[in-house]
């Protein structure tokens, strides 16, 4: 195996929730063969690399289950094609990348049939109530850190902020599906005590979410580009969620009360 995909792989496992567990499997032709499953779900996923990657055309994963019958089968494959067009080799973990980002978050809910999860995410993501994240962490200084929040938070079109320094605090509002993903990414990072304060939760009936950059236009299918903001104090931390009405969050953890941090 190569180093990297050595490297790579443990990264994976490492950043599995604690009911998905991955499986080595045997194989013929030299190729990496492994799964991916959950005790929360049917499905599970088998991935094949070859001695071809990081290219493209040396990964295959399949969606499989049990009870996944011929015509949903053929869903699926269409589906995995259609993830494996975000495939960038030039990441520097781009199966983790891939997997993270677009695979995994199968097992985050109940699965739907793979056409319907294709039609139908836009509208869904437009029609449910939005939801909220809050995490804290012993501090956020590494500029790595800082860009790839900024990043993904845009990529899934969140609003929030973060704010950087000692604690470090994160907050996010937005489709709960988005917010999984943003989850287990930022948990796969490596901190100093993490700890997830809010889970994936509905927003409270006093707290109100922004509107998003580039909703107005209809970018990203009505959800927009997001708002992600960096800021230094936890008074600031605070202000922003008085003025969007969930400021007990943070007093509730013990900060905002006067500290100015």
């Known amino acids: 195996m190569l180093p990297r995909l050595e490297a790579e792989l443990e990264l994976i496992s490492s950043s599995l929730l604690p009911t998905e567990s991955l499986h080595n499997e045997s194989s013929d032709t030299g190729a990496l063969v492994f799964r991916i499953d959950s005790t929360e779900s049917a499905l599970g996923l088998h991935i094949t690399v070859s001695d071809q990657y990081p290219d493209a055309d040396a990964i295959t994963i399949a969606v499989k289950g049990g009870t996944v019958g011929r015509e949903e089968a053929r869903g699926w494959e269409r589906w995995s094609a259609d993830q494996m067009r975000e495939w960038d080799p030039s990441d520097e973990y781009p199966l983790f990348q891939l997997l993270s980002a677009h695979f995994l978050t199968l097992f985050a809910a109940e699965p739907v049939e793979p056409e319907l999860r294709i039609q139908d995410n836009t509208v869904a993501a437009n029609l449910e109530a939005p939801h909220h994240v809050l995490l804290t962490s012993h501090h956020l200084l590494s500029p790595t850190k800082r860009k790839s929040l900024i990043s993904l938070s845009s990529q899934l079109s969140l609003v929030g902020f973060s704010k950087t320094g000692h604690p470090g605090i994160m907050y996010a509002i937005g489709d709960s599906r988005d917010l999984v993903?943003?989850?287990?990414?930022?948990?796969?990072?490596?901190?100093?005590?993490?700890?997830?304060?809010?889970?994936?939760?509905?927003?409270?009936?006093?707290?109100?979410?922004?509107?998003?950059?580039?909703?107005?236009?209809?970018?990203?299918?009505?959800?927009?580009?997001?708002?992600?903001?960096?800021?230094?104090?936890?008074?600031?931390?605070?202000?922003?969620?008085?003025?969007?009405?969930?400021?007990e969050l943070l007093l509730d953890v013990g900060m905002g009360s006067g500290s100015g941090r």
């Open 181 to 247: 993903e943003w989850l287990r990414e930022v948990k796969s990072w490596n901190w100093l005590a993490l700890r997830v304060r809010v889970g994936v939760e509905p927003l409270s009936g006093q707290a109100q979410v922004g509107r998003g950059k580039g909703k107005e236009d209809g970018a990203r299918g009505g959800r927009g580009r997001g708002e992600w903001t960096e800021l230094e104090k936890i008074s600031e931390a605070l202000e922003w969620m008085r003025e969007n009405g969930s400021e």
